[in-house]
């Protein structure tokens, strides 16, 4: 019997982060642009590895604009 595993998950994380003029839309909190690196794993193994930018909130996290 053969067993698949399906376990496919996607992280990124923020390599670096620069202070941009602008504001977050959901706190009014600062707006960086940050260095994002995406990370796809396959049953924990990291296969695929992209590297983007977005403009964040520097207080709630959130992704206000994402250049890919
Ligand atoms: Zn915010």
Do not use: E, H, N
Not at 20 to 46: I, N, Q
């Amino acid at each position: 019997m053969v067993c698949f595993c399906f376990l496919v998950d996607q992280r990124w994380k923020l390599t670096g982060t620069k202070p941009v003029a602008g504001t977050c839309s959901r706190c009014g909190g600062g707006a960086s642009v940050g260095d994002m690196k995406t990370t796809t794993r396959f049953c924990y193994v990291p296969f695929y590895w992209k590297s983007w930018k977005a403009i964040i909130c520097t207080f709630c996290g959130a992704i206000l604009k994402s250049y890919r």
